[in-house]
């Protein structure tokens, strides 16, 4: 086996090209896995049984109660948007903000946020607050980069805010409860958000023609205390039943899910706004979303067992293990090499490919791994914002009009990416921003 080490990282770099090239996730991972059983039986250093293994290994997929979650939270999250619920939030909350300098953008932070523990789906945040809060912010003189900024980053804020998609299948994937993650999760993403909603007052104080208050006849709405309560109150009080009885140990994620996905339909009910195509879109998307983790799950299940079986696992290991400045400098590394992949893949490649090689180190260094997961949640949601490659900025750009510059988004999004490290580098210093609620709730 000594002769042909060089099998494992050539399998993770064939997977990365494939990725990079465009190629779907799943049949990358397959493939790729196919491909390298050949070779390594061509060179007898692969022993094919170990393949006998994978039809257990689809099953467990199926019967991970865990997994069931994601459709619910993303159904969820669909139907306040496809049914304009989303819409009329952002529009409240603008005109409650309005008299403020800067009110606008920070309605998009708060909005973001309350999105965020519905959709989380970056993508699906970041298409729908460009399209809904960009034309407005843009037609009320908001400084271009500002806008663009304000919004991308409001828009990653799904990777870190429970109930997010990305922490249940993170929870899984480090064998943790996704409950405990959640409720880890809770402190970080909301300081991140008032990281957000501070470098907007910073930018509205000291430039105020970049952040404009709202002119009198667009802010002056008659009965706006009923609108507030009648548009805001009653998905605040979903997210609060969702939260409240996961964290209170009343349901678990999956059954918590499920309830917000009765309430989001009710809520459409209520307003008029339960109709056919609202239904379907919803379902389209979970159908969609739902379907490509799961696929990808399998894909990796194949990578993952092809790459220990040529040693992979254990290079990796050996690795990470000896590296200088033991945990800390382990932390540091596999912080790096998630921020850097988060450029190239998506982060549910990230979780289901390089997480599982990071766990048992982690493990074995008495890593925390709420901490852990937290930490590679927020890293991860820094990476989706970087230039030139973040993730967001590309979505951003597909629904952006064309008098937004490419450039315009680039530069908006640097000081909400410095707030963003800051807050990372918090959350690195000072673990117990994420283990103190688990742990008062005696988890």
């Given at each position: ?189 909301l300081l991140v958000s008032t990281a957000f909603i501070l470098q907007v007052w910073l930018v509205a104080w000291w ?85 490509m983790v799961i696929f990808i799950l399998i894909g990796s299940r194949a990578f993952s067992l092809v790459f220990r ?135």
């Amino acid at each position: 086996m000594t002769n042909y080490e060089f099998l494992a990282p050539a399998m993770f770099g064939g997977v990365l090209l494939f990725l990079v090239m465009g190629y779907p996730t799943a049949f990358s991972l397959g493939g790729v896995a196919m491909l390298f059983t050949l070779i390594g039986m061509a060179l007898n250093v692969f022993d094919p049984i170990l393949w006998s293994a994978m039809p257990q290994q689809i099953f467990g997929i199926m019967n991970n109660f865990t997994l069931l979650a994601i459709p619910y939270f993303i159904f969820l999250g669909s139907m306040l948007e496809k049914s304009g619920i989303a819409e009329d939030l952002l529009e409240t909350m603008g005109i409650l903000l309005g008299r403020l300098r800067g009110g606008l953008a920070i309605a998009v932070v708060v909005v973001g946020t309350l999105l965020a523990a519905t959709t989380g789906v970056v993508a699906a945040t970041v298409v729908a607050m460009g399209l809904i809060s960009m034309p407005t912010m843009l037609r009320y003189g908001y400084n271009h980069q500002l806008t663009a900024g304000v919004i991308a980053a409001s828009g990653t804020l799904g990777q870190i805010i429970p109930p997010s998609v990305v922490l249940v299948v993170l929870g899984d994937r480090l064998g943790i409860s996704v409950g405990d993650l959640f409720v880890g999760a809770l402190i970080p993403g909301l300081l991140v958000s008032t990281a957000f909603i501070l470098q907007v007052w910073l930018v509205a104080w000291w430039r105020p023609d970049m952040a404009p208050a709202l002119p009198p006849e667009v802010r002056n709405v008659p009965y706006l205390g009923s609108q507030v309560l009648r548009v805001m109150v009653p998905p605040l009080l979903l997210i609060v039943l969702v939260l409240g009885s996961i964290f209170l140990g009343i349901a678990t994620p999956t059954e918590a899910g499920a309830l917000g996905c009765v309430g989001a339909i009710v809520l459409a009910a209520l307003r008029n706004r339960l109709n056919w195509s609202a239904l379907r879109g919803a379902a389209d998307v979970t159908l969609r979303t739902t379907s490509m983790v799961i696929f990808i799950l399998i894909g990796s299940r194949a990578f993952s067992l092809v790459f220990r079986g040529l040693g992979g696992e254990r290079m990796v290991e050996d690795a990470l293990l000896n590296t200088p400045g033991g945990t800390v400098g382990f932390l540091i590394i596999s912080l790096l090499v998630v921020f850097l992949l988060g450029f190239f893949i998506d982060f549910f490649e990230i979780v289901f490919i390089v997480v599982p090689l990071l766990v048992p180190i982690a493990e074995q260094l008495g890593v925390n791994l709420i901490w852990f997961g937290i930490l590679l949640g927020a890293n991860i949601q820094t990476s989706f914002l970087t230039p030139p490659f973040g993730f967001a900025l590309f979505y951003l750009r597909g629904v952006a009009p064309p008098e937004m510059k490419t450039s315009d988004i680039y530069r908006g999004v640097v000081p909400f990416i410095i707030m963003q490290l800051i807050v990372l580098v918090a959350l690195f210093a000072f673990p117990e921003l994420v283990t103190f609620l688990p742990s008062l709730l005696g988890n």
